[in-house]
């Protein structure tokens, strides 16, 4: 099984029969990134440590309870960067939560990172982030 390949009503299912754990799928997610981002460029920022403590007390009573979650760029996440893919903002740390933030952190998501983007949000396909050009993951021939 595939754990990094699941969808939510899966893992929630396999939570619910003690199939699986957060922790294990962070872990799942994090192999899978090391094993494929350098070539796929989907994360700015992936932060395991982060994902693995949150995972660790995960309430899976929530709806989203141990569900990891990217986040886009463009989001604020209080404490982290936010960049909205554009060397401009470098160095720009988010002062609060965006409210879709605050809602999927109330569901009981777990964040995983900040995943690439057009700068600005200023397109659809990454072909204009400033910092790389996403691959599909599935076909590195495709965007």
Not at 91 to 107: N, S
Request: proline share 3%; charged share 25%.
């Amino acid at each position: 099984m595939s754990l990094y390949a699941e969808s939510i009503a899966s893992l929630k299912k396999l939570y619910a029969e003690n199939k699986t754990s957060p922790k294990e799928v962070v872990a799942s997610l994090a192999e899978r990134h090391a094993a494929v981002d350098d070539q796929v460029q989907g994360y700015l920022e992936f932060d395991t440590d982060k994902a693995l403590a949150a995972a660790e007390s995960a309430d899976l009573s929530l709806p989203l309870g141990g569900v990891p979650i990217a986040v886009k760029d463009v989001l604020n996440v209080e404490g982290d960067s936010c960049r909205c893919a554009s060397k401009i903002l470098q160095g720009y740390t988010a002062p609060y939560d965006a409210f879709a933030i605050q809602k999927l952190k109330e569901a009981g998501a777990i964040l995983l990172g900040r995943t690439n983007m057009d700068e600005f949000a200023m397109g659809s396909s990454t072909e204009n982030s400033a910092y790389a050009k996403t691959k599909n993951p599935w076909d590195l021939e495709r965007i």
